[in-house]
């Protein structure tokens, strides 16, 4: 997993999170005691302060809501066309969201509000949550 991202700076308490992406799962913070989710993960619930267990697996549905298209990467790489770069509501929750790319989703479905599922990229061989565009 060290291998795997090794821009990340790993720890107790998001280690599983990253555990999850390898498996292609994408897991978020769960309260026994009120329910809530929350990303990042974290060792403590940030809506009760209860110790939070295990992360859960979302269902990855969810709604664009908000949208930002990238024009320049790192230097020397121009993205054209834009790069769609989003920060995703996930269904779970209002409030939870995870910032990801757009993938496999055409201009017309770039906008805020637009219902997304999760899919996968891969970066450097690793697995990275994004998310495409689909119908209601
Ligand atoms: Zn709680």
């Known amino acids: 997993m060290f291998a795997a991202y090794p821009g990340i700076r790993l720890d107790q308490v998001n280690a599983p999170y990253y555990a ?3 498996e292609r799962r994408l897991l978020a913070g769960h309260c026994d005691e009120c329910l809530g989710w929350h990303l990042p993960l974290r ?3 940030p809506f009760c302060w209860s110790p939070v267990d295990a992360p859960r697996e979302v269902t990855g549905r969810g709604h664009v809501h908000v949208l930002t298209l990238l024009h320049q990467g790192p230097p020397g ?3 054209s066309p834009p790069w769609p770069l989003a920060a995703i509501e996930l269904a779970e929750q ?3 969201r995870i910032a ?3 993938v496999d989703t055409p201009p ?3 906008r805020i ?3 997304v599922e999760l899919t996968w990229i891969e970066r450097d061989g690793a697995p990275w949550p994004a ?3 689909v119908a209601r």
């Open 131 to 133: 998310f495409r565009g």
């Open 94 to 96: 209002p409030g939870l």
């Open 77 to 79: 790489v121009p993205y």
């Open 108 to 110: 017309e479905r770039q």
């Open 43 to 45: 060792s403590r619930c």
């Open 20 to 22: 999850g992406l390898l």
């Open 100 to 102: 990801a790319p757009l």
């Open 113 to 115: 509000g637009q219902p």
